[in-house]
């Protein structure tokens, strides 16, 4: 099975949550990866959130940001990179979409780079990004997480 893994979904693989174990069997059960470009910033910025709320202290932090750099070094992940359609397309997609679903813009990112995987399930740790990937044609990769 070929993956995508929304940043949401890999802050659950890299740190204990609710559903992380889920989270974990998926990825490991996967294939082949692929993450947006934007899960590098997202992933640092969600790391530094559990900072500011006393979540997770420096050497933990520094603990998974290796280890995610070590793992992004895999064969097995792909990056998939945001060209300047792919912007236009989540903009698209904010308007169709954004009267009946809180559709965020970095989301709205991941979902144009999701789309363009072949084969790929789709697993965030979001219900609200999981039921806008589903009317957007994409299988998700576990229900409930």
Not at 45 to 69: G, N, Q, T, V, Y
Not at 89 to 96: G, W
Request: proline residues 1%.
């Amino acid at each position: 099975m070929n993956l995508f893994v929304d940043t949401s979904a890999l802050v659950k693989y890299y740190y204990p949550e609710a559903d992380s174990l889920d989270v974990e069997r998926l990825i490991l059960a996967a294939d082949r990866i692929y993450l947006s470009e934007l899960s590098l910033v997202e992933f640092a910025s969600a790391l530094m959130k559990k900072i500011r709320m006393k979540e997770l202290d420096e050497k933990e932090r520094h603990l998974i940001w290796e280890a995610f750099l070590s793992d992004i070094q895999a064969e097995s992940i792909e990056f998939i990179g945001l060209a300047q359609e792919d912007f236009h397309a989540a903009a698209d997609r904010i308007l169709e979409l954004g009267r009946d679903h809180s559709l965020r813009t970095l989301d709205a990112l991941q979902l144009a780079s999701a789309l363009k995987v072949d084969n790929a399930r789709f697993l965030a740790a979001d219900t609200s990004l999981n039921s806008i990937a589903q009317e957007l044609g994409l299988s998700l990769a576990g229900s409930g997480i």
